[in-house]
C-alpha cells in the first residue's frame, strides 16, 4: 500500500504531513510506504490514499473515495484519528 501526503507546493508541509502519517501508521499497526508531492504533480493512480488539506482535495483530481482530509496539518492526532476513520470502514 503507498500512501501520499499532498500539500501545494509539495515542500515543506507535505513533509510534515508525511512525518505524521508515518507516525499514526505505526500507532495503528498498518504498514505503508509513504511520500510527499506537491497537488499538480498527483496522478490518482501515484498512491491508494491520498491525504490532503480540505482546500486541495476540493481541487484535487483524485476520486474522493482515497482521500483523507486533513484540517491541522501538525497535528499528529488527527492524522491517528483520520487514518483509523478510512481503515477501519
Same mark, same amino acid.
Given at each position: 500500500?503507498?500512501?501520499?501526503?499532498?500539500? *501545494?507546493?509539495?515542500? *515543506?508541509?507535505?513533509?510534515m504531513m508525511e512525518m505524521n502519517i508515518k507516525k499514526a501508521l505505526v500507532k495503528l499497526g498498518i504498514e505503508a510506504e509513504v511520500?510527499? /508531492?506537491?497537488?499538480?504533480?498527483? /496522478?490518482?493512480?501515484?498512491?491508494?490514499?491520498?491525504?490532503?488539506?480540505?482546500?486541495?482535495?476540493?481541487?484535487?483530481?483524485?476520486?474522493?473515495?482515497? @482521500?483523507?482530509?486533513?484540517?491541522? @496539518?501538525?497535528?499528529?492526532? !488527527?492524522? !491517528?484519528?483520520?487514518?483509523?476513520?478510512?481503515?477501519?470502514?
Amino acid at each position: 500500500m503507498k500512501i501520499m501526503a499532498v500539500c *501545494g507546493h509539495g515542500l *515543506g508541509s507535505s513533509f510534515m504531513m508525511e512525518m505524521n502519517i508515518k507516525k499514526a501508521l505505526v500507532k495503528l499497526g498498518i504498514e505503508a510506504e509513504v511520500g510527499h /508531492t506537491d497537488l499538480a504533480s498527483v /496522478t490518482p493512480d501515484e498512491a491508494d490514499v491520498f491525504v490532503m488539506a480540505r482546500d486541495i482535495a476540493e481541487s484535487s483530481s483524485v476520486s474522493p473515495d482515497k @482521500i483523507v482530509v486533513v484540517t491541522n @496539518i501538525v497535528s499528529a492526532a !488527527e492524522f !491517528e484519528q483520520k487514518l483509523g476513520e478510512y481503515f477501519n470502514r
